[in-house]
């Protein structure tokens, strides 16, 4: 008796054990699926939204971001609006040659002439400072080609070339001056005046270099 007795809980721990073991052995292979599939989805899914987050970052900063958003599309004058509709209003622009940066319009120093200029400002290599912008939109190449007058976005310029680089100007504020970088030499810009209705620069942009 005693030993039929320590059989039968020797065959019941036994039992007890073997469906111990069954458990955990059933146990770990979904957990291990789990995780697996987990680790996939953790690992490359946030890869991929990351990736796509800073290239979304990427294009939404600069100038070209709020033009993107209206918008804007790639043509041969560069980001430009899109092409009229039919009931666009069609004319043909005289455009002064300006650029137009950070909510500012900038005038050619050259347009301004001797009446408003006792000196035309010119620039040197040696007066580049970093690069503030790229030209986005060639108004009046647009113009040519659509006949349609846009207002104006920040990296727009009138003449100058899409992708030439814009620069500021040692010793003056970039909110007064700045120079573009063209194919055939360096052109100096300057801020407008408050008065819009005068082609006046502001006086700031005339103002002794800080240099």
């Avoid at 007890?16 to 292979?29: D, F, H, K, Y």
């Avoid at 070209?64 to 009931?87: D, E, F, H, K, W």
Wanted: hydrophobic share 40%; with cysteine; proline share 9%.
């Amino acid at each position: 008796m005693p030993r039929a007795s320590r059989t039968a809980r020797t065959g019941f721990v036994g039992l007890l054990v073997g469906l111990l073991i069954a458990l955990s052995g059933c146990s770990p292979r979904p957990v291990t699926g789990l995780a697996a599939a987990s680790g996939s989805a953790g690992t490359s899914a946030p890869s991929q939204t990351s990736q796509t987050s800073q290239t979304a970052q990427t294009a939404q900063t600069g100038p070209n971001a709020s033009m993107a958003a209206a918008g804007r599309v790639t043509g041969p004058a560069g980001l430009c609006p899109p092409a009229p509709t039919p009931q666009t209003e069609h004319v043909k622009v005289d455009y002064v040659d300006f650029l137009r940066w950070d909510g500012r319009t900038y005038t050619r120093a050259a347009s301004f002439g001797a009446a408003r200029l006792s000196t035309i400002p010119t620039a040197a290599t040696t007066d580049l400072g970093p690069d503030v912008f790229r030209v986005t939109c060639a108004l009046a190449h647009w113009n040519d080609i659509t006949d349609a007058m846009p207002v104006p976005a920040d990296g727009d310029a009138a003449f100058l070339v899409s992708g030439t680089p814009v620069a500021a100007v040692k010793g003056w504020p970039i909110e007064c001056r700045l120079v573009a970088r063209t194919a055939s030499g360096l052109v100096v810009y300057l801020a407008d005046g408050p008065n819009r209705q005068a082609l006046a620069p502001d006086p700031c942009a005339t103002a002794p270099s800080t240099r």
